[in-house]
């Protein structure tokens, strides 16, 4: 059996053109770009080049990307850089559904005499920007919104997010890891200070990232050592990966229409068939505003860890909105800010599709999911309350009555 893979927003597959790209500079092409020689000096054109390739995508000045070794170190940077750059103001705006590379950062501030807001959405995922202009002042060092959410696939609008921010004089970052590559950035045009990107979500692989840092922007360097990244991030460039980012960010760019076409259609096919087929079952996130490769779809009464179970045994990988907490099955912080019902919450699937996937993935999945949803139900107690029409037992309720805080 062929394994269906549709957890594109977990991590990706390296493209093998990528993979190809990389290879010379781990054996003929070991210089050190810094190095005075050719011999290196050579190698540095295609860290440029890679740099070019990136700015490209987004439409930035090749001068405005930083690497770094993945989103978080981004996501890190970013805020870290920001507020050592602004030492006398001391709050941070941040959403509660961003990821943790964001989302640990702000709870860390708070944890160390910063004051933190946390905005929230609705039940669609969505921010009140009402809420957003409120929480401004001229104590506030930076603001951070994620472009699009990893778990429910919700876009902001963070171009009207930007104008608002950058009205104030306030500098606005967003963690736009899960956007880049499926829809389309413009740096040249958006009110955007600094992006985080990350190489093993456009099928670049694991382990390198990059900033986008707007010139002009204060920016206090992370990581302190040689003159490497104009002065912005000491160590020795990885060149492997940096040139593997550039191969991927220049086939991103080419398969950006795939994306929102061949890729959306598989997406809301596989979203109509499992609805129509699967009852009891719904779609978390606003669905008109949406990535084109992501569905979240919660299937009431039952655990979501049961149901990746029985998908696996026939192949298919996915992610659920629930995470094993001490030994607690907890609805994802996404879900909870959304105010999931907990019946449902338990029961989320995420699907992420990409370019690899095909038809006959779709219809695989479509095939095997209403049989195993029947069987995880059929021994689901909170199912069998359900139909019975009695209240649910306090145990699934009692999962998501009290609010986690991971610190
Ligand atoms: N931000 C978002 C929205 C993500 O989905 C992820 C990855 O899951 C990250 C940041 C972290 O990226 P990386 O795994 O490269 O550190």
Redesign the pocket.
């Known amino acids: 059996m062929k394994t269906v893979y549709m957890d594109n ?2 991590t990706t597959r390296t493209d093998p053109a990528v993979v190809e790209a990389m290879l010379p500079f781990f054996s003929e092409l070991y210089g050190n770009p810094s190095s005075m020689h050719s011999f290196g000096g050579q190698v540095g054109r295609h860290v440029r080049e890679a740099r070019e390739k990136i700015a490209a995508l987004i439409n930035a000045h090749p001068a405005e990307i930083l690497f770094t070794s ?3 170190e981004s ?1 890190n940077a970013a805020i870290m850089g920001t507020l050592r750059s602004y030492p006398d103001k001391k709050h941070f705006i941040m959403t509660r559904v961003e ?1 943790p ?1 964001v989302l640990n950062v702000g709870h860390y501030l708070r944890a160390r005499g910063y004051r933190v807001t946390e905005l929230g959405v609705d039940r669609k995922g969505r921010l009140d920007l009402g809420e957003l202009r409120d929480a401004l002042s001229d104590d506030t060092a930076l603001v951070s919104v ?1 472009t699009a959410n ?1 778990e429910t696939g919700v876009i902001f609008p963070i171009d009207e997010i930007g104008e608002i921010v950058k009205a104030r004089g306030i500098p606005f970052h967003t ?1 736009a ?2 956007a880049v590559g499926k829809i389309p950035m413009d740096m040249a045009r958006q009110p955007i200070d600094m992006l ?1 990107l ?1 190489g ?2 456009l099928h670049a692989p694991k382990g390198v ?1 990059a900033l986008y840092i707007r010139r002009g922007t204060k920016f206090t360097p992370f990581v302190i050592g040689g003159h490497q990244e104009s002065g912005k991030r000491g160590g020795t460039e990885n060149v492997p990966y940096i040139v593997g980012l550039g191969k991927a960010s220049e086939l991103a760019g080419e398969h950006l229409k795939e994306e929102n076409t061949r890729v959306k259609k598989m997406r809301d096919r596989l979203e109509k068939e499992l609805l129509e087929r699967i009852p009891n079952a719904m779609i978390n996130g606003d669905p008109g505003n949406r990535l084109p490769n992501t569905t979240s779809i919660s299937f009431e009464y039952v655990e979501g860890e049961s149901i990746l179970l029985l998908m696996n045994a026939v192949q298919i990988c996915a992610s659920s909105g629930s995470a094993c907490t001490s030994g607690s099955l907890e609805p994802s912080h996404v879900l909870r800010a959304m105010g999931v019902p907990f019946t449902a919450a338990h029961g989320s699937i995420r699907f992420s599709l990409s370019v690899y996937n095909s038809e006959e993935d779709v219809d695989h999945v479509i095939e095997q999911m209403p049989p195993i949803i029947q069987k995880v139900r059929d021994i689901s107690p909170f199912w069998k309350d359900f139909q019975a029409g009695k209240p649910i037992s306090a145990l699934m309720a009692g999962g998501s009555g009290h609010d986690h805080h991971h610190h």
Do not use: E, I, L, R
């Open positions: 927003n977990a993945c989103g978080t996501d990821h590379a994620m990893n963690d890891v899960q985080s990350s093993h979500k990232g």
